[in-house]
């Protein structure tokens, strides 16, 4: 008996393989890649996972397009590697989504920013915009902040540099360790996290009562340990008190932390220090302590490394020879606080910023001093020995006459980020 197969059957069998597999591929490619988040589920994803990682992108954005499959990439590489782990690579279109573009402060395509645990990360991801570069940043970002110490005497080695956070805990399995990690992780940062279990810190603490305290940074601040006396187990009482510790009022401003710090928007009163100077950026705590918390809403607390920071104290007229020395950036213009040593005086400084408020600082470069006080005595001669400051022709070619009608422009505005739509540079890709 002989069989006869349908021909037509035949030839689906044959070609269904072929439909098959680009069919497979489709649906593995719609599984794949970031998340598409929107007003319905972005809530519930910042709740439900301790870092996302998510780049805001506008489709009709070259740039954005750019980014697009890289981002996928770098999205499926994260959810291979880091399977397991409270992590979600998600993406935002802010044509179709404007009020979140608003919410996280979007204003140039595509911007990647993160949240670690519900809070919005301070500075946007600036890194190698590759699957290997989103990979690495996720994997510091989500590693252990806490640093273990089992010697109480490594307590008295700390960097003297650092302010520290220190618990003293009978164990690591409970809701309060859980809590001091998770503050730890969103400001490691700004401050160092050590964490001390069992018999190590036993004579620390009573039994069944663990203790966390906060170390000033000693050579930055007169203040002695402070022991947080609330309930470590409300998660958002001690990060507020955290958060409070490690951000002080007077913050140290870097190159890395640059950005983040104009993106405030505030004037900056700057105490530019020799590096090697501990005492004035003490004096300097102490007085904003004493005399200018009333200020805190209106101008920035920095110290400033003056070796580091020369550029701006050119365009003042001043070398590293004149440290310490106090200014202010409006981030229209720089005004130099005249005498370092009338910081002493009370009410001194604080009259120097309610000036700046009033005016009258940007008014007496135009028009000089007011009539009913004295002309400052200092000479507009200085002598510059880096070629950066503008310059009137002189018999000595190294001595600068300064325009005393026009205030040095803002050095510190350079640091802002781009005003350009786009947030790439040109090292990203």
């Known amino acids: 008996m002989i069989v006869r197969l349908d021909s037509s059957r035949m030839s689906w069998l044959q070609v269904r393989p072929i439909f098959l597999l680009p069919l497979l591929s489709l649906i593995n490619q719609c599984n794949s890649g970031a998340v598409q988040l929107d007003a319905s589920n972005i809530d519930s994803t910042l709740a439900d996972n301790e870092f996302v990682f998510i780049n805001f992108y506008a489709d009709w954005c070259r740039f954005s397009n750019l980014l697009a499959p890289l981002w996928d990439e770098g999205a499926d590489k994260i959810s291979t ?13 802010c044509d179709k989504n404007g009020d979140l573009g608003t919410r996280f402060h979007i204003t140039k395509y595509p911007t990647i920013k993160f949240v670690k645990n519900g809070v919005l990360g301070k500075k946007e991801y600036r890194g190698q ?3 290997d570069g989103f990979l ?19 307590l008295n080695e700390l960097e003297d540099k650092k302010a520290h956070i220190i618990g003293y805990f009978e164990k690591k399995e409970d809701a309060g360790h859980d809590n001091f990690r998770k503050a730890a992780s ?14 190590v810190v036993a004579r620390m603490h009573p039994p069944g009562n663990d203790i966390v305290a906060f170390r000033p940074s000693k050579s930055r601040s007169n203040d002695d340990d402070e022991a947080f006396t609330g309930n470590l187990l409300n998660y958002d009482e001690f990060f507020a008190w955290a958060q409070e510790k490690c951000n002080p009022m ?3 401003i870097t190159f890395e932390n640059a950005e983040e710090l104009t993106e405030e928007g ?10 090697d100077d501990t005492d004035s950026i003490k004096e300097y705590n102490d007085l904003v302590k004493n005399e200018l918390l009333g200020e805190r809403s209106q101008i920035t607390f920095l110290t400033a490394d003056g070796i580091k920071f020369a550029h701006p104290l050119h365009h003042l007229g001043k070398s590293k020879e004149d440290l310490p020395l106090i200014a ?44 009913d006080e004295e002309k400052p005595d200092d000479d507009d001669n200085v002598v510059d020995t880096t070629g950066h400051i503008p310059r009137e022709k002189d018999n000595d070619h190294n001595v600068v006459k300064r325009n005393a009608r026009v205030p040095p422009d803002s050095q510190f505005q350079h640091l802002k980020p781009s005003d350009n739509r786009y947030s790439f540079r040109h090292d990203e890709f």
């Not at 690495?136 to 490594?154: A, G, H, R, S, T």
């Not at 505030?266 to 590096?275: A, D, T, V």
Request: proline letters at 5%.
């Open 81 to 93: 590697e880091l399977a397991g782990q409270s992590v979600l690579v998600g993406k935002v279109d």
């Open 129 to 131: 915009r590759s699957a």
């Open 136 to 154: 690495d940043f996720v994997k510091e970002q989500i590693k252990n902040p806490i640093v273990e110490f089992e010697d109480l005497q490594k």
């Open 186 to 199: 969103n400001l490691k940062d700004e401050c160092e996290f050590l964490g001390g279990y069992g018999e």
């Open 250 to 252: 007077v913050r140290e």
């Open 266 to 275: 505030l004037p900056f009163l700057i105490l530019f220090h020799n590096p």
């Open 328 to 371: 202010i950036d409006s981030f229209r213009h720089m005004y130099l606080f005249p005498k370092y040593e009338d910081v002493k005086e009370t009410g001194k400084v604080r009259q120097f910023l309610l000036d700046l408020y009033s005016g009258k600082l940007h008014r007496e470069f135009h028009y000089g001093p007011d009539e």
